[in-house]
Structures are given as structure tokens and as C-alpha cells.
């Protein structure tokens, strides 16, 4: 196991990045970590980027927006310009090169032992600003899926959702299938008058209906379709019993013909209730921000809550006179009374549509119907009733074709449309029900003639009933039997896929408990001055599917969920914490850890402490920052000067980042000298000093006169630190001595009067004569190991808080 | 006593593996999500069309499309 895994990177052709770009990690000859200083778009994440794609081959924060692999390449980008090349430490795995292929877009080319680098880094090494910020706002569940990113296990909530999705679907089909079989079993319920339907009660009562015409018990579906076969010559055999048959079947397909009771009430609410959503103020495709409205009143009445004030339209960034809590109340009001006609127009226009049932069937059985009944019924008006169903059928076509409009997209020509087809309906309505009550009179006198005779209406009747029954059973059988196997099929998927949400579940909560002890270590040092608040503790919802939520305790009490209690820069800290834990634990064989701009989020006190977090905790991985805060990384380099150093200084269209080898804020200072530029030196000398006396004052408990304007502070500054020191130490320490000698170096004392408005240059031997002597000083009081100022210990030395030896103390 | 499943490493895997050897699932229904899945993805619709072959024959516990 290499203690630093990355020899180089290079990235070419690739989201910002044209040329191939070279990041060496190596210093000396040893591979190091490395801090990359870039403003705001200088090209820096599209390092982070092409990490991410060489190690999972996708980019999920761009995938979120939805934008895919063909965003990946420089938009100048030729084909095979477009890859990220490392070097590996390790000789196994040597050099990896990623290609993409603009061909397969979702498949690029490897060169090396890629798959031996992914088992061996199988979690996340980098995590950008944004993924710590979207922590703050999501709902349980998506805090869970955020959760999952930062610790690694999105695959699996991935898989979860997918098998919980293909359970819906085949819930879906189940309850489709158990509602046909319910259908069925009324249907032959009512048509053989049973209280259950099984094969028994069935084949018993049809048993019955067969006796009372001499035709034997049957056992089975065969057996029953050649005894209806029996009945059904017995009925043609009798010239009046076939006429019956058929008249009662044409009376069935005549009451068929009759349009649905209400359907002219429901076509004219429809109407009405379509008239009126056109004539909202807003359109109802605006209903698509019902969502966005939500969320945003749900982010601005949290940061309400948590004291913090809104100024700008957290979507567009610009500033919004008012209150901007209050307009998107209203907003979201508006639109959920539109919401509320829409879905009254829907469900109206589901109910519509299912009156709307063709007629074409009922036609067809009259016309065939009216063959056979011709001598009988020649002088009644069935062709007319068919010909004028035909008519009607169109006006039907025109109201189902307007009815199959979603209420979104409902337009003027369509409510008219719907207005004309209702007209058309209500003027033919009259003539048809004449025609119904004509036919109905007609073929009703002619059965009750035929039906003076009770045997031949019994044979009749019943041999309705069975073919109906032979029908209804034979398709009762085939779906009842389809129930059964997917119930069966159902269970067992439920089972599996319960099982693995438990597993999943358990799992996680395994994860938590291995990282739990480090994140507690690593928020409490983030956290370190925020006093009264630390234990985090990750908790999951064993009754909800996908949900967590975080304990904290403040001032020894547990606060549960923390979410509504901590700020967004505690929430980045938990984040960050959670995700440092989980690399070290799940990547134990691959330690390399990218942290893109993730201290954005930290107060500008708490972000020195990611540097004590890394150093503390993170000595044995190799890091890979990258930052836009240049005394955050001046900073860093103070107290990592074994880092690698780059700064970016601008991104050119036509290349990408212009990098320069980084060098810390003294070794500038030096260059400007040696160029002979002392009155630049001395105007950078200044605001460094100022910085690194506060940070001295700081830890060596020095009291120092507040000064509200903010105006020559060196003096008083280093006064202070003297005084300090000459009483801690003695006027005989060797601090002491190098810090009177600066204190009374001529040229520190003219950046002291100048550095902020200088007026009378300063010389190149003097701004030699401060860095020197400022060097001696900053030999004596930083720990030449672990490179951070000492701190006072309380009583009479002052001792490195990282590697706790006393360092100083009185001579 | 049931079979941990590690917190590191490709759960997915490993809950199929172990719920195999197991045998209190329904055998037939873990292979065919092992089938219609590719790595950590999920073929939904072939899983779909599979589970709802398995329950009309039950014989072809392959679900072979």
C-alpha cells in the first residue's frame, strides 16, 4: 500500500480543459498532496469532473441537470483528444488512460489495469461544494439518497427503488387481474343466482338448469359445452322456442342502444368546468411549477425560522423587492386553486369518457339479429334504428375524440367542439328513444305471446343462461387461474424485495456504525468553536422506506432531528464529516481524498480548522484541493509546505487553465525583492504580517487593544506579542531578541506607517533586513514538525497542539 | 442465524449470493433478478415481463425470454 497513490494527472480535451493538462503530484521524488488556488471559473472543477468520469465513467452532478456524456469533451475537442491519463504509485496499476469514444459515448476506451483500480478504490474519493450545500434542503428521503452519494452506497438505493418500481408494476397488474375476476364472479353470480363461484357450485347449478330438459349431469367444461350443444338443438328443433331466443336476444341489444343515464348532464358540467379553466388568469400549464413553489416555500420558511433573511430569488439570484416568503405564499396559493379546477376537470373527464361506450356492437347484433327474425318483424323500424345509430355513433366519435384532451391542453376549439358534438347528441336523442320505445313495444308484444307457453320460455331461458355461463366460466377459469399464479409470484417478489430493503437497511446502519465514531471526531474538530454542540449521531427511520435523520447533542441535551436546529455551515460540517469517514473506511487500499471548493460553505473562522482536520486526521492521504480562497490557501501552505502548489491563473477558450507553479506568500515576497521591486514587496509584507501576528497573538493568549478602524495594527500588534513574550519567556530567550530586533528594524516600521497608503518608498536592503529577521521569528514559534504556530499552554511554555511537546519555554 | 452482508463491497452481489445459499426467498424469483441485472443496474422491464411468465407456468422457472 503506497502512502501517496497518485503520481501525476492529466487531463485532456475534457469539459474545460482543451490541452492536455498536466498536474504533477511528485515533489523531489515524492509524490505529495496538492492545492490548487483558481478564482471562480478558471477550469478547476473540470478536474474534479474528470476524475469522477475515469473512476465510475460518469459524472452524476452533471447527470442531475441533465446533461450526459456527450457534455463530457471541450466543445473544440477532437475525436481522441478526449481523456484523463494517471500515474499510479503503485506499479501495479502503473498508468490508467481513459479515452472517450465519440462513437459509444457511454462506453470509453481503457488502456491499463482500470478494473484493478476500481476494486481497489471502490468509494468516492472526491466530493465538490455542491454535494455538501444540497445536504441542507433535501426532504428525508432525498437526504437519504445525499447520504448515500457521500458514503458510497447509491448504487444500492438505486437498485432498491428499481425493484420497488417493478413491484408497483406488477402490483398494478394484480389488482387489474383481481378486478376482472371479481367482474366475472358477479357476472356468473348473477346469471346462475350463486352465492360463491368454484368449479362445484357452478357445475351444480348448471347440473340443475340441464335436468329440467333430461340432459345429464356433466363433470367438466367439455362436458358442459357438448350438453349445451344438446339444449341448443332442442331449442332450434322448436321453430317458436329459436324465435323467442332470438327476440329476447334482439330486446338485450335494443336496451343496449339506450345512452347512458346522465351522460347530457356530465358533457355540460364538462363543458362549464372547461370554460371556466380557460378563463383563469393563469394558464394551467403553469401547474408544472406546483412543485418548484412547494420547495421554495419550504426553503424559505426554513431559513426563516432559522433567522435568516432572503433577499434574492434563490432561482434567478436577482435581488426581490418585498417579501419574498409572502409572494411565493400566494403564488403557490394561486396555483393551487388552479390545481384544484384541473383536477376537477380531469375526474369529470374520466367519468365522461366511461359513458361514452361504443355502439357499433349493439348495431351489429340488431343487423344480425333482424336476419333471422325478418318474416316476424319486416315492418319494424330496425333499419331505421341502425342507420340512425350510425349517426349517433359519429357524434359520439367527435366527443370521445375532444374528451381524450388533457384539461392542460384544452383549447378554445375544443371546448367548442364538445359544444357542437353535445348539441348534435341532444337532437338525436329524441328520435332514437322513439325508435327504442317503437322497437321495444313491438318485440315485448311478440315474446309474451310466445311465452304462453312456460315450457318453451323455460327452455329458452335456460338455454341463454348456460351458453352465458359456458362463456362466463371459461374465462373465469383462465384469469382466476392467472390470480392465483401471480399472487403466488407477487408474495415471493414482496418477500424479496422487503427483504432487501431490510438487508439494505441494515447495511447502511452497519456503515453508520463503523464511520459513526470518526464523523463524531471530525465534526467535533470542525466544530470545535462552536461551543455546546457535538455527538452526531446518523439515525435511519426503520418504518419509513429511504429515510434518516440527525441527532446532534447541544449543551448535553440530544436534539432530534438536528436538521431544523443547525445552521447550513453545521449541516456542511456533518456532510463533510460523514463523507471523510466513510473514504477512509471504505477505501482503506486507496487513500485519496479531492476536495473541490469545500469550504465555500465554512464561516471564514471555522475554515482553518479543515486544515487542522486534514493534518490531524488525514496524514496518510494524499489530498487533492482545489479552492478559490487564497489566504484559506496561503494558509495551507504555511502549514503543509510539503504540499504541491498550482495556481490557476485564468481559463483560455482555446486551451483551457493558464497554470503557475504556486509558491507561498514569503517566497512572492522574495521574488518582488529580488526583482528589485521593494515598494510592491513591502505592500505584500504588510497585509502578511498583519495576518500572521493576529494568528500569533492568537495562540499565544496575547491581549492586544481593540481597534475598531482597522488602521496600522502591525505595531500594536507586535508590541503586544513582545510584551508577551518577554514576560513568558524572559528578556534573555532568544524570541524574545528576534522579536525586539524586528521591532526595531526601520523598515518594518515603515510598512507599519505605509503598507496601506504608501507615501515614502521603502528600500530593497531594508525589505531584506524584515524578511530575515520575520523568518527568525517564525523558526522559533511554529513546530518544525507538524508547521502551525504554537499555543500557549496556560501555565509557563507554549507547545505545538498537534504533536502537544512543549517547544518554548522560559530561559 | 442469517449471513452478514459485509458494508463495504458490491451489496447487491452479495445479497443475491447469500440469499441463494439461504434458501428462505423463493429461488426462482432471486435468479431471475440476478438475470436482469448487470452489475448493480436493473433491467426493469425484462424483470417485469419475466416475474409475470414465472407465475402463468411455473414450470419455466427461468423465465427465458
Same mark, same amino acid.
Given at each position: 500500500?503506497?502512502?501517496?497513490?497518485?503520481?501525476?494527472?492529466?487531463?485532456?480535451?475534457?469539459?474545460?480543459?482543451?490541452?492536455?493538462?498536466?498536474?504533477?503530484?511528485?515533489?523531489?521524488?515524492?509524490?505529495?498532496?496538492?492545492?490548487?488556488?483558481?478564482?471562480?471559473?478558471?477550469?478547476?472543477?473540470?478536474?474534479?469532473?474528470?476524475?469522477?468520469?475515469?473512476?465510475?465513467?460518469?459524472?452524476?452532478? +452533471?447527470?442531475?441537470?441533465?446533461?450526459?456524456?456527450?457534455?463530457?469533451?471541450?466543445?473544440?475537442?477532437?475525436?481522441?483528444?478526449?481523456?484523463?491519463?494517471?500515474?499510479?504509485?503503485?506499479?501495479?496499476?502503473?498508468?490508467?488512460?481513459?479515452?472517450?469514444?465519440?462513437?459509444?459515448?457511454?462506453?470509453?476506451?481503457?488502456?491499463?489495469?482500470?478494473?484493478?483500480?476500481?476494486?481497489?478504490?471502490?468509494?468516492?474519493?472526491?466530493?465538490?461544494?455542491?454535494?455538501?450545500?444540497?445536504?441542507?434542503?433535501?426532504?428525508?428521503?432525498?437526504?437519504?439518497?445525499?447520504?448515500?452519494?457521500?458514503?458510497?452506497?447509491?448504487?444500492?438505493?438505486?437498485?432498491?427503488?428499481?425493484?420497488?418500481?417493478?413491484?408497483?408494476?406488477?402490483?398494478?397488474?394484480?389488482?387489474?387481474?383481481?378486478?376482472?375476476?371479481?367482474?366475472?364472479?358477479?357476472?356468473?353470480?348473477?346469471?346462475? $343466482? /350463486?352465492?360463491?363461484?368454484?368449479?362445484?357450485?357452478? @357445475?351444480?347449478?348448471?347440473?340443475?338448469?340441464?335436468?329440467?330438459? $333430461?340432459?345429464?349431469?356433466?363433470?367438466?367444461?367439455?362436458?358442459?359445452?357438448?350438453?349445451?350443444?344438446?339444449?341448443?338443438?332442442?331449442?332450434?328443433?322448436?321453430?317458436?322456442?329459436?324465435?323467442?331466443?332470438?327476440?329476447?336476444? @334482439?330486446?338485450?341489444?335494443?336496451?343496449?342502444?339506450?345512452?347512458?343515464?346522465?351522460?347530457?348532464?356530465?358533457?355540460?358540467?364538462?363543458?362549464?368546468?372547461?370554460?371556466?379553466?380557460?378563463?383563469?388568469?393563469?394558464?394551467?400549464?403553469? @401547474?408544472?411549477?406546483?412543485?418548484?413553489?412547494?420547495?421554495?416555500?419550504?426553503?424559505?420558511?426554513?431559513?426563516?425560522?432559522?433567522?435568516?433573511?432572503?433577499?434574492?430569488?434563490? *432561482?434567478?439570484?436577482?435581488?426581490?423587492?418585498?417579501?419574498?416568503?409572502?409572494?411565493?405564499?400566494?403564488? *403557490?396559493?394561486?396555483?393551487?386553486?388552479?390545481?384544484?379546477?384541473?383536477?376537477?376537470?380531469?375526474?369529470?373527464?374520466?367519468?365522461?369518457?366511461? *359513458?361514452?361506450?361504443?355502439? $357499433?356492437?349493439?348495431?351489429?347484433?340488431?343487423?344480425?339479429?333482424?336476419?333471422?327474425?325478418?318474416?316476424?318483424?319486416?315492418?319494424?323500424?330496425?333499419?331505421?334504428?341502425?342507420?340512425?345509430?350510425?349517426?349517433?355513433?359519429?357524434?359520439?366519435?367527435?366527443?370521445?375524440?375532444?374528451?381524450?384532451?388533457?384539461?392542460?391542453?384544452?383549447?378554445?376549439? &375544443? &371546448?367548442?367542439?364538445?359544444?357542437?358534438?353535445?348539441?348534435?347528441? @341532444?337532437?338525436? =336523442?329524441?328520435?332514437?328513444?322513439?325508435?327504442?320505445?317503437?322497437?321495444?313495444?313491438?318485440?315485448?308484444?311478440?315474446?309474451?305471446?310466445?311465452?304462453?307457453?312456460?315450457?318453451?320460455?323455460?327452455?329458452?331461458?335456460?338455454?341463454?343462461?348456460?351458453?352465458?355461463? +359456458?362463456?362466463?366460466?371459461?374465462?373465469?377459469?383462465?384469469?382466476?387461474?392467472?390470480?392465483?399464479?401471480?399472487?403466488?409470484?407477487?408474495?415471493?417478489?414482496?418477500?424479496?424485495?422487503?427483504?432487501?430493503?431490510?438487508?439494505?437497511?441494515?447495511? &447502511?446502519?452497519?456503515?453508520?456504525?463503523?464511520?459513526?465514531?470518526?464523523?463524531?471526531?471530525?465534526?467535533?474538530?470542525?466544530?470545535?468553536?462552536?461551543?455546546? /454542540?457535538?455527538?452526531?449521531?446518523?439515525?435511519? /427511520?426503520?418504518?419509513?422506506?429511504?429515510?434518516? =435523520?440527525?441527532?446532534?447533542?447541544?449543551?448535553?441535551?440530544? !436534539?432530534?432531528?438536528?436538521?431544523?436546529?443547525?445552521?447550513?455551515?453545521?449541516?456542511?460540517?456533518?456532510?463533510?464529516?460523514?463523507?471523510?469517514?466513510?473514504?477512509?473506511?471504505?477505501?482503506?487500499?486507496?487513500?485519496?481524498?479531492?476536495?473541490?471548493?469545500?469550504?465555500?460553505?465554512?464561516?471564514?473562522?471555522?475554515?482553518?480548522?479543515?486544515?487542522?482536520? /486534514?493534518?490531524?486526521?488525514?496524514?496518510?492521504?494524499? !489530498?487533492?484541493?482545489?479552492?478559490?480562497?487564497?489566504?484559506?490557501?496561503?494558509?495551507? $501552505?504555511?502549514?503543509?509546505?510539503?504540499?504541491?502548489?498550482?495556481?490557476?491563473?485564468?481559463?483560455?477558450?482555446?486551451?483551457?487553465?493558464?497554470?503557475?507553479?504556486? =509558491?507561498?506568500?514569503?517566497?512572492?515576497?522574495?521574488?518582488?525583492?529580488?526583482?528589485?521591486?521593494?515598494?510592491?514587496?513591502?505592500?505584500?509584507?504588510?497585509?502578511?504580517?498583519?495576518?500572521?501576528?493576529?494568528?500569533?497573538?492568537?495562540?499565544?493568549?496575547?491581549?492586544?487593544?481593540?481597534?475598531?478602524?482597522?488602521?496600522?495594527?502591525?505595531?500594536?500588534?507586535?508590541?503586544?506579542?513582545?510584551?508577551?513574550?518577554?514576560?513568558?519567556?524572559?528578556?534573555?530567550?532568544?524570541?524574545?531578541?528576534?522579536?525586539?530586533?524586528?521591532?526595531?528594524?526601520?523598515?518594518?516600521?515603515?510598512?507599519?506607517?505605509?503598507?496601506?497608503?504608501?507615501?515614502?518608498?521603502?528600500?530593497?536592503?531594508?525589505?531584506?533586513?524584515?524578511?530575515?529577521?520575520?523568518?527568525?521569528?517564525?523558526?522559533?514559534?511554529?513546530?518544525?514538525?507538524?508547521? &502551525?504556530?504554537?499555543?500557549?499552554?496556560?501555565?509557563?511554555?507554549?507547545?505545538?497542539?498537534?504533536?502537544?511537546?512543549?517547544?518554548?519555554?522560559?530561559? | 442465524?442469517? %449471513?452478514?452482508?459485509?458494508?463495504?463491497?458490491?451489496?447487491?452481489?452479495?445479497?443475491?449470493?447469500?440469499?441463494?445459499?439461504?434458501?428462505?426467498?423463493?429461488? %426462482?424469483?432471486?435468479?431471475?433478478?440476478?438475470?436482469?441485472?448487470?452489475?448493480?443496474?436493473?433491467?426493469?422491464?425484462?424483470?417485469?415481463?419475466?416475474?409475470?411468465?414465472?407465475?402463468?407456468?411455473?414450470?419455466?422457472?427461468?423465465?427465458?425470454?
Amino acid at each position: 500500500m503506497q502512502m501517496a497513490p497518485i503520481k501525476q494527472l492529466v487531463v485532456g480535451g475534457f469539459r474545460g480543459v482543451l490541452s492536455p493538462l498536466t498536474l504533477p503530484f511528485v515533489k523531489g521524488k515524492t509524490p505529495r498532496s496538492l492545492v490548487i488556488y483558481g478564482r471562480n471559473g478558471t477550469g478547476k472543477s473540470s478536474i474534479t469532473d474528470a476524475w469522477e468520469w475515469f473512476h465510475t465513467e460518469k459524472i452524476v452532478h +452533471l447527470a442531475r441537470e441533465g446533461a450526459g456524456p456527450s457534455s463530457y469533451p471541450h466543445v473544440s475537442a477532437q475525436a481522441g483528444e478526449t481523456y484523463v491519463e494517471v500515474q499510479f504509485a503503485n506499479d501495479d496499476l502503473g498508468k490508467i488512460r481513459l479515452d472517450f469514444d465519440p462513437k459509444r459515448i457511454t462506453m470509453p476506451a481503457a488502456s491499463g489495469n482500470i478494473a484493478n483500480f476500481r476494486a481497489i478504490a471502490p468509494h468516492p474519493c472526491h466530493i465538490r461544494f455542491e454535494d455538501l450545500t444540497r445536504f441542507v434542503y433535501l426532504t428525508k428521503a432525498d437526504k437519504y439518497d445525499a447520504l448515500a452519494q457521500l458514503m458510497g452506497f447509491t448504487t444500492q438505493v438505486d437498485f432498491q427503488k428499481a425493484l420497488k418500481r417493478v413491484l408497483r408494476s406488477l402490483s398494478d397488474r394484480l389488482e387489474t387481474l383481481e378486478r376482472d375476476v371479481d367482474q366475472l364472479e358477479s357476472d356468473l353470480s348473477a346469471c346462475l $343466482s /350463486l352465492t360463491a363461484v368454484d368449479d362445484k357450485s357452478v @357445475l351444480k347449478s348448471l347440473n340443475q338448469l340441464l335436468a329440467r330438459h $333430461s340432459i345429464g349431469p356433466v363433470a367438466s367444461t367439455e362436458e358442459l359445452r357438448s350438453a349445451s350443444k344438446t339444449l341448443t338443438t332442442l331449442v332450434e328443433k322448436d321453430p317458436g322456442s329459436q324465435e323467442l331466443s332470438d327476440l329476447r336476444a @334482439l330486446r338485450k341489444a335494443i336496451e343496449g342502444t339506450q345512452l347512458p343515464d346522465g351522460l347530457g348532464r356530465n358533457l355540460l358540467s364538462y363543458i362549464k368546468l372547461a370554460e371556466a379553466l380557460k378563463q383563469e388568469e393563469r394558464d394551467a400549464v403553469d @401547474l408544472l411549477l406546483v412543485n418548484l413553489y412547494e420547495q421554495g416555500l419550504d426553503v424559505l420558511t426554513h431559513r426563516r425560522e432559522q433567522g435568516l433573511e432572503t433577499k434574492n430569488c434563490p *432561482l434567478c439570484g436577482k435581488p426581490f423587492e418585498g417579501d419574498l416568503l409572502d409572494h411565493i405564499s400566494a403564488e *403557490l396559493s394561486s396555483l393551487q386553486e388552479l390545481k384544484q379546477s384541473r383536477d376537477a376537470l380531469e375526474k369529470k373527464r374520466r367519468q365522461t369518457q366511461k *359513458l361514452l361506450m361504443p355502439l $357499433s356492437a349493439f348495431s351489429k347484433s340488431l343487423q344480425d339479429l333482424w336476419q333471422e327474425i325478418e318474416p316476424v318483424a319486416k315492418q319494424w323500424p330496425i333499419a331505421s334504428l341502425i342507420a340512425h345509430l350510425d349517426e349517433v355513433e359519429k357524434t359520439l366519435d367527435q366527443l370521445r375524440d375532444a374528451l381524450q384532451v388533457e384539461p392542460e391542453n384544452i383549447t378554445t376549439e &375544443v &371546448v367548442k367542439l364538445m359544444q357542437s358534438g353535445r348539441q348534435s347528441l @341532444l337532437l338525436q =336523442v329524441g328520435k332514437l328513444e322513439t325508435l327504442q320505445k317503437e322497437l321495444l313495444h313491438q318485440t315485448t308484444e311478440r315474446v309474451q305471446i310466445l311465452e304462453q307457453d312456460t315450457s318453451r320460455a323455460q327452455l329458452v331461458t335456460d338455454h341463454t343462461k348456460v351458453l352465458s355461463a +359456458l362463456e362466463l366460466w371459461g374465462r373465469w377459469t383462465v384469469v382466476h387461474t392467472q390470480l392465483i399464479g401471480l399472487q403466488k409470484v407477487h408474495r415471493g417478489f414482496q418477500i424479496a424485495v422487503d427483504d432487501y430493503i431490510h438487508s439494505s437497511t441494515d447495511n &447502511v446502519q452497519k456503515r453508520f456504525d463503523t464511520v459513526s465514531s470518526d464523523v463524531q471526531t471530525y465534526f467535533e474538530i470542525l466544530e470545535e468553536r462552536t461551543e455546546g /454542540l457535538g455527538q452526531p449521531v446518523l439515525k435511519l /427511520l426503520p418504518d419509513q422506506d429511504r429515510a434518516v =435523520v440527525l441527532q446532534v447533542e447541544f449543551r448535553g441535551e440530544p !436534539v432530534y432531528p438536528a436538521y431544523r436546529y443547525l445552521s447550513e455551515s453545521q449541516l456542511n460540517s456533518f456532510g463533510l464529516a460523514v463523507f471523510l469517514a466513510s473514504a477512509k473506511h471504505f477505501n482503506p487500499d486507496f487513500r485519496f481524498l479531492i476536495l473541490d471548493d469545500v469550504i465555500n460553505s465554512f464561516d471564514v473562522y471555522k475554515r482553518p480548522q479543515v486544515i487542522t482536520l /486534514l493534518k490531524q486526521e488525514f496524514s496518510d492521504h494524499q !489530498v487533492l484541493l482545489l479552492t478559490h480562497d487564497s489566504v484559506w490557501c496561503d494558509q495551507l $501552505s504555511e502549514k503543509c509546505p510539503s504540499w504541491v502548489q498550482y495556481r490557476f491563473i485564468r481559463l483560455e477558450p482555446g486551451s483551457g487553465p493558464v497554470v503557475m507553479e504556486g =509558491v507561498s506568500p514569503l517566497e512572492e515576497i522574495e521574488r518582488l525583492i529580488n526583482e528589485d521591486k521593494p515598494v510592491s514587496a513591502g505592500r505584500d509584507m504588510g497585509p502578511f504580517l498583519e495576518r500572521q501576528l493576529q494568528q500569533l497573538c492568537e495562540s499565544f493568549g496575547v491581549m492586544v487593544k481593540y481597534n475598531q478602524r482597522n488602521e496600522y495594527t502591525l505595531d500594536p500588534l507586535l508590541d503586544r506579542f513582545c510584551v508577551r513574550v518577554r514576560r513568558k519567556l524572559g528578556t534573555n530567550h532568544k524570541l524574545y531578541k528576534a522579536v525586539k530586533a524586528l521591532q526595531e528594524e526601520s523598515g518594518f516600521r515603515n510598512i507599519c506607517a505605509h503598507w496601506k497608503d504608501p507615501e515614502s518608498p521603502i528600500t530593497m536592503q531594508e525589505m531584506l533586513a524584515v524578511v530575515e529577521k520575520w523568518k527568525a521569528i517564525d523558526e522559533l514559534v511554529r513546530c518544525k514538525r507538524c508547521h &502551525v504556530f504554537l499555543q500557549y499552554d496556560g501555565r509557563s511554555g507554549f507547545v505545538c497542539s498537534s504533536c502537544n511537546i512543549t517547544r518554548l519555554q522560559k530561559a | 442465524m442469517r %449471513s452478514e452482508i459485509k458494508p463495504d463491497g458490491d451489496f447487491v452481489k452479495q445479497w443475491i449470493a447469500i440469499r441463494t445459499v439461504e434458501a428462505e426467498l423463493d429461488r %426462482s424469483i432471486l435468479s431471475l433478478i440476478d438475470k436482469h441485472r448487470k452489475g448493480a443496474k436493473l433491467d426493469e422491464a425484462g424483470l417485469l415481463r419475466s416475474l409475470i411468465r414465472l407465475s402463468q407456468d411455473p414450470e419455466d422457472a427461468n423465465g427465458s425470454d
